[in-house]
């Protein structure tokens, strides 16, 4: 029969031993992505793609829900537009890539391929606000950007990627910071409900914020080694663009005003969060609500009679609620068709055999705990039910516990640094809001402000790491 | 109240006068498109937007039905991937844009922002394809494409287009054809089903066919103004690609083979084609399957006692199952809003006043015909159930009279030239299919073949445009 009876060889690097290999060799031997030709673009493959359409599903249906409406803009920008806003410009002009030459002639001016798009679309608004009755402009769009960098991985900083970005404008300071806020939390229930990732949310130091920002918000993951993901922000813009751009409408009193402004974006990094939240030794472990098979039947010597008959019947049924397949390929024995899905991170396994058929029942396999446990053939569609559910609760609390185990309070330099040399993890401490403190920190440790959390805890009074009066308590942490 | 009583001036030039200036007024006027400041490159608004959504909502799902799955690959290609395809380099080279410099870096190789992405997929699938096993491949990405143009109009014709690229590979000859021809099926059936638009499908003659492919299939369909317009192309790319970039995989016998290969797309240029094909001096006409809004209800003195509430209630019910909007804007006149939704081409409206709440009633227009009636409340869900199937069919059959009575038969070159100066229009005429008579017919009429048809008739035995023996009927046009 040619079967591969030979035993499945993931050759995952355990994560104890190369956390980065481990990445490594979970995204390409899972079938997520590929390199490609190009230096630090990658090509994401159907199996990670999927999973991208599921978290593109969410968030389009929630940004639908709050108003928002899906347009699209020029992909190049031309670099008169780039530099109209002066810190923008100096933050994403070292990492453009330029176009210079339509087909067999030069340009009269180079364009950028987007690294974000405020530049083009505060052009367009300019031309389209006209009266405070236009207000509010709600609109996002789904696309790739490019920013050309040194240091690559993928999903988690490619030169490439795919992302979503929103841009509004408002009458009122009040009402674009409200928008913020929304947008974060539709992120932060996107990222716990959805990919069972905990999340820390608050705002950006100044260092950290966004080229052109008022104020950025963030939220902070946590991963298995330790090290923090910037998962999504939300940008408070206030009038910086809209005053560069000359963006007006007439208000209710007559006078000409500038509107607020907001942008928001997640991108294909969530991918890596999930990876990075989630996977084990053995693979991927994918939370139902985004894995792009949720269920998948193995049938066990499936050319005896009534196997393939009952494996088909169970897909049938469950197919009504969920993504699921049947996995029939006659070169693969069983074991190593269990070892393959495991590691592809399916949640949940049904074997079905001719002993299982004779006891009416089949065999049920959960990813995430490695259980496995027999189940009445009478209740099988329910029990799938209450797995998966259960699966996607339970992924959101481990992850809780690994990232509640990893978080450390610290009251002086020292013991930040010894948390870093040590062990990692997101470090909550005092801290005095100075520039300069912030760049010594990093100079010294590699880690960062992740954030200024909207949960506050009163740790003491003074910077551990400066000693100045203390303003606020921050996360930090080494990010990816 | 400040409502704007004046007139609604649409403005749109009648389409009689002059059909370019009718398309140019109505694409803007309706907020589907507005130019951006690079040259060539189009902003779609949110109305255009939502088109292109439903679009793509019917073609994502048809194309996972016939097993094809998406991913993403990246969006600059190397100079010397775009190389190594002799005819396909040529045809795209001059239509390119190349970027040069990455960050203040220049790069080494130029790589060009990809026009379509056949070589680089078939670079990635010569890493990937290894046996017959694993055969065939299905998979399509959605994105925007880059082709440097002298001459653009929004959707028809832009430096940047949004699109669907498919790329498989097949065992066989025969599979690669098969899948090749479902594909031109699935786009008929989108064009015929969801956008109303009749279509002539069949074979591109060498001269037009896609550059490196074997043999392309298209579908072309009759504007308003007699002009065709290609709406969506089927390439069998046979082993052109797979050769020239080493694709190879060890076959059931144990050879190694090169797998044939198809390509396959559609793009934002049938928006263009909806608006042409259905639009009428008022504006858009849309069809309900893809129209943004299927619904809008205007309430008529909304400020008396029971109007909103009625008006709410319908829209609660009718938004159970299609896209409704209700119009309370307070500075807007009845008369306004419904000239307003008429230009938008919304297919159903309805109107409900204080006189019609007494009468149990409420007025229904319909966009395609113009016509108007009093339905009872009591029926009012199924009433707008049964127009909207009944515009989605009307306009179907419209524009296929429309075509029908531009389509002509010719015997003679003198009488295309004739018609072509007329009236224009579809040009049915048997053809030697020859490079040099194909030609001559573009030099001196600006006449192309648009397809040689599957569905053939028997008009003669020689070419009326050189007297050489006929082999086909062609359909000839002139085409955006």
């Known amino acids: 029969m040619g079967k591969k009876d030979k035993q499945f060889v993931s050759e995952i690097t355990p994560m104890e031993v190369d956390f980065a290999q481990w990445y490594t060799d979970v995204i390409l031997k899972t079938d997520l992505v590929d390199y490609s030709p190009v230096k630090g673009f990658m090509v994401i493959k159907p199996y990670g793609y999927a999973i991208w359409e599921n978290i593109q599903r969410f968030l389009d249906g929630r940004f639908k829900d709050t108003g928002h409406k899906n347009c699209y803009f ?49 052009e367009m608004y300019s031309k389209w606000l006209k009266s405070y009755r236009d207000l509010p402009f709600l609109y996002n769009q789904w696309c790739s950007v490019v920013r050309w960098e040194k240091s690559t991985r993928p999903f988690l900083r490619t030169s490439e990627f795919l992302w979503q970005e929103g841009h509004t404008l408002h009458e009122t300071y009040d009402e674009a910071q409200e928008e913020t806020i ?10 716990e409900d959805v990919l069972a990732i905990p999340v820390v949310i608050g705002q950006k130091s100044d260092k950290e914020k966004f080229a052109g920002a008022h104020a950025t918000y963030t939220m902070e993951a946590l991963m298995h080694d330790g090290k923090a993901l910037q998962a999504g922000t939300s940008h408070n813009l206030a009038q910086h663009f809209t005053t560069a751009f000359d963006i007006t409408y ?9 509107p607020y402004h907001t942008s928001w974006g997640v991108s294909t990094r969530l991918i890596g969060g999930v990876i990075m ?3 084990d030794n053995r693979g991927l472990v994918l939370p139902p609500k985004i894995a792009p098979v949720e269920v998948v039947i193995v049938p066990i010597a499936s050319h005896k009679g009534g196997v393939m008959e009952k494996a088909m019947e169970i897909y049938s049924e469950i197919k009504k609620n969920h993504r699921v397949e049947i ?15 495991e590691m592809k991170g399916v949640p949940v396994r049904i074997e079905i055999g001719p002993k299982d058929i004779e006891n009416n029942q089949a065999m049920l396999f959960r990813r995430d705990t490695l259980e496995k446990e027999a189940v009445s053939l009478d209740n099988l569609s329910e029990a799938v039910e209450t797995w998966l559910k259960d ?3 339970n992924l959101l609390l481990k992850a809780k516990r690994m990232r509640d185990e990893k978080t450390y309070y610290v009251k002086s330099f020292e013991e930040l640094k010894d948390i870093m040399a040590t062990r990692q993890g997101f470090v909550k401490a005092m801290w005095c809001e100075e520039r300069s403190c912030e760049d010594k920190i990093k100079e010294e440790t590699g880690v960062t402000v992740r954030c200024i959390p909207f949960e506050q805890e009163k740790l003491g ?6 000693g100045k009066p203390a303003k606020k308590m921050a996360y930090f942490a080494k990010a990816y």
Chains 1, 2 share one sequence.
């Open 327 to 341: 996995d029939d390929r006659e070169n693969y024995s069983p074991g190593w068709k269990f070892n393959e899905w």
């Open 391 to 393: 699966i996607q609760n």
């Open 74 to 122: 020029p992909l190049l920008i031309p670099e008169s537009l780039l530099k109209k806003e002066a810190e923008h410009v100096e933050g994403f002009a070292p990492e453009v890539a330029w176009v210079t030459h339509g087909g067999k002639e030069e340009l009269a001016e180079r364009l950028c391929v987007r690294p974000t798009s405020e530049t083009i679309i505060c």
């Open 461 to 466: 009074d003074t910077c551990p790491f400066c």
């Open 277 to 279: 939240a989630h996977g």
């Open 250 to 258: 007439l208000d209710r009193d007559g006078e000409l005003k500038n």
């Open 182 to 191: 929304q947008m974060l939390n539709i992120y932060k229930e996107m990222a």
